[in-house]
């Protein structure tokens, strides 16, 4: 269970980024809508859905949306989500959105993280309005009947009330040390 | 012909990964009973070689073998024939396997 639920604040942090800047909660805090994803390298549910990812962050930049990715996955048991192997994974897909390293994994300890990738979505006041999962299908694209995640964007960006505020993040467990 | 499932349970995709295997192997004409396997501490991941979940071996054998041989508790990234990662096999990856063995088997 994640330790927000719909309605509460975002939990601030700090965090370094695969572009050797620290990030901060604050630096985003003229945008319209805020998409804090846990993910990692190494989990093929992040790695299936992160296409899509990018797709969204690329058609909802210019209406004031900012994705974050988190990864604070164990790197001594899983490797391949070292900070290092991370600043490879974005440099390859060419992430269009910072990928912050969580190595003492309390930021994903605070907001109750469990999975990758899971998805905590504030609005402009930094409330929690959707906690989740992206779709409804991470085998394949073509076939997502329910867009979540996108949905409950058009809804924060047209000043609705969401449908559904919460699903279930569906994906690898986080590493815990 | 001896076909393997091996999963781990934190990795939500084992259900319609073993179901995605039944329905091949009816497509196939195999009636053979699958061996599945709930791989539960990393020693059995090392011990069953395990890389991750889900695996399917037909007659022992890997229906994708993998490059990397870390054997430990985690989720299978499958690369699928349009190069996007899957964490489950397709139908036709699991379907080349079971016709290679099928093949290379006597009589």
Same mark, same amino acid.
């Given at each position: ?8 604040? %975002? *939990?601030? =942090? ?7 800047? &620290? ?6 805090? $003229?945008?319209? +809508?805020? %998409? *804090?994803? =846990? ?7 992040? &790695? ?6 990018? $797709?969204?962050? +690329? ?20 490797? $391949? ?97 | ?107």
């Amino acid at each position: 269970m994640a330790n927000l639920s719909p309605g509460d604040k %975002a *939990v601030p =942090f700090e965090l370094p980024g695969v572009d050797d800047r &620290r990030h901060a909660l604050s630096d985003y805090a $003229d945008k319209e +809508a805020l %998409a *804090v994803v =846990f993910t990692c390298n190494h989990c093929p549910y992040a &790695r299936a859905w992160e296409d899509r990812l990018i $797709d969204i962050q +690329a058609d909802y930049a210019g209406r004031g949306v900012q994705l974050i990715a988190i990864s604070a996955n164990d790197a001594k048991k899983y490797p $391949d989500d070292s900070f290092p192997r991370m600043k490879e994974r974005s440099e390859e897909k060419g992430f269009n959105f910072p990928y912050l390293y969580d190595e003492s994994q309390e930021i994903a300890r605070a907001y109750g993280a469990e999975r990758t990738p899971e998805i905590f979505l504030f609005d402009r006041d930094g409330t929690l309005r959707y906690h989740g999962t992206v779709d409804d299908n991470y085998d394949d694209p073509a076939a997502v009947r329910s867009h979540y995640f996108i949905d409950a964007l058009q809804a924060i960006l047209g000043g609705r009330e969401l449908t559904t505020t919460e699903t279930t993040p569906v994906g690898c467990t986080i590493k815990w040390q | 012909m001896r076909v393997s499932f091996l999963y781990y349970e934190e990795c939500p995709s084992h259900d319609l990964a073993l179901e995605r295997l039944h329905e091949v192997m009816a497509e196939e004409g195999i009636s053979r009973e699958v061996e599945v396997i709930k791989v539960e501490t990393e020693d059995r991941a090392r011990e069953l070689r395990f890389v991750g979940s889900p695996t399917i071996r037909v007659d022992g054998q890997d229906i994708e073998p993998p490059s990397d041989s870390r054997y430990v508790l985690t989720c299978r990234a499958y690369r699928l024939e349009d190069d996007r990662i899957s964490p489950l096999p397709s139908k036709d990856m699991i379907r080349r396997a079971l016709r290679s063995v099928a093949k290379s088997r006597p009589g």
